[in-house]
C-alpha cells in the first residue's frame, strides 16, 4: 500500500499563494489517478482536482479553475497543487489521494481513490 504525505499548507492571506506537494513512498504514482480533495469543518470532503497518470489530463471542480493548478512528476514520485488567488472560502485541509486501479483519463468520484494522505491545513485569511 502507497503511503502518501501532503505539505505545504499554511496560512495565507487573501489573494495569496500555496503550493502543495504530495509525496509517495512504499508504491509507485506512475500509471494511477492522482487527486487532489478538501474538507472544510462541518462540511463534506470535496473533489478539487485530478491529473491523469501521464499528467496530459487534468480536471478541476468550478470554483478553482483558473486559479489552481495540478502536476506532477513520476520520477520524483510526487504530486502538486498550485494555488493562486486564494480565497476564504479555500480554507480546508487538504488531502492528496491515489486511485484504485491504473487507469487512462481521470476520475472524480472520491470512492474510486483508494490510498490517502493525512492531509495538510490551508488557512486563507481575509
Known amino acids: 500500500q502507497v503511503q502518501l504525505v501532503e505539505s505545504g499548507g499554511g496560512l495565507v492571506q487573501a489573494g495569496g499563494s500555496l503550493r502543495l506537494s504530495c509525496a509517495a513512498s512504499g508504491g509507485t504514482i506512475d500509471g494511477y489517478v492522482m487527486g487532489w480533495f478538501r474538507q472544510a469543518p462541518g462540511k463534506e470532503r470535496e473533489f478539487v482536482a485530478a491529473i491523469s497518470w501521464s499528467g496530459h489530463i487534468t480536471h478541476y471542480t468550478d470554483s478553482v479553475k483558473g486559479r489552481f493548478t495540478i502536476s506532477r512528476d513520476n520520477t520524483k514520485n510526487t504530486v502538486y497543487l498550485q494555488m493562486n488567488s486564494l480565497k476564504p472560502e479555500d480554507a480546508a485541509v487538504y488531502y492528496c489521494?491515489?486511485?484504485?486501479?491504473?487507469?487512462?483519463?481521470?476520475?472524480?468520484?472520491?470512492?474510486?481513490?483508494?490510498?490517502w494522505g493525512q492531509g495538510t491545513q490551508v488557512t486563507v485569511a481575509s
Open positions: 489521494a491515489r486511485d484504485n486501479i491504473p487507469r487512462s483519463g481521470v476520475v472524480l468520484d472520491l470512492a474510486a481513490y483508494a490510498d
